[in-house]
């Protein structure tokens, strides 16, 4: 079983609907992260979590809200998606702030 | 200077090649450097960590020169498996920076 779940798999919506991309994890990690993925911009970072009562903006957070619902969960809303949100998205845990990130499965999301 | 920038390639080799892949970094501040390796539309997998004294894994070989502010992957007897993208990663102070990675292609 994954480690690091990400649902769903795979997402094709509509311009100005709202979406939800969940993540859950077994690794017992305090911090929790939301990247999205185009091809040539590499990884980017949306938001990240070090705990349950903590929220941080990434290098890209508009247009993105995030919640941290218990250690194990952190979701990624897109309030009203646009087609520029069209991407690949990852979520990803850590141990330590200077430790390796592991990631899940990613969630292909399509706005037409 | 781009926080950790990597030569995008793409690299193409053949079987049992040696290939070498370089990255740095603008954060001289920076501790933890990874490699990872990506395939086509999958998850980035943790490679190895790379030590100040360097360390090695089989096959790969990393290497951290601080004084340069420079990280290498070395990748011996090359196998067809080997063919992914492989990301350099730098510790940033609250999050990993990802370069944006260079592909290889491993041909038999």
């Known amino acids: 079983d994954a480690d690091v779940t990400q649902t769903p798999r795979n997402r094709i919506t509509k311009t100005g609907k709202r979406i939800m991309l969940e993540c859950s994890q077994t690794?017992?990690?305090?911090?929790m992260y939301w990247y999205r993925q185009d091809p040539g911009l590499g990884l980017r970072l949306i938001y990240y979590?070090?705990?349950?009562?903590?929220?941080n903006k990434g290098e890209i957070s508009d247009g993105y809200s995030v919640s941290r619902q218990a250690q194990a969960k952190f979701s990624l809303s897109l309030e009203s998606a646009i087609p520029n949100q069209t991407a690949l998205y990852f979520c990803?845990?850590?141990?330590?702030?200077?430790?390796?990130?592991?990631f899940g499965d990613g969630t292909r999301l399509s706005i037409l | 200077r781009k926080e950790v920038e990597q030569d995008p390639g793409p690299f193409n080799v053949p079987e049992g090649a040696t290939v070498a892949f370089n990255c740095t970094y603008s954060n001289s501040a920076s501790q933890s450097f990874f490699w990872y390796r990506q395939d086509c539309r999958k998850e980035p997998k943790l490679l190895m960590s790379?030590?100040?004294s360097g360390n090695e894994d089989g096959r790969f070989t990393a290497q951290l020169n601080r004084a340069s502010q420079y990280i290498s992957l070395l990748i011996r007897d090359s196998k067809l498996s080997d063919s992914a993208t492989y990301l350099c990663?730098?510790?940033?102070?609250?999050?990993?920076?990802f370069g944006k990675g260079t592909t290889l292609s491993v041909s038999s």
């Open positions: 979590s070090f705990d349950v009562k903590d929220i």
């Open positions: 790379v030590y100040s």
């Open positions: 990663v730098v510790n940033g102070g609250t999050a990993l920076i």
């Open positions: 690794k017992g990690h305090d911090r």
């Open positions: 990803a845990t850590s141990e330590g702030w200077n430790q390796p990130q592991h």
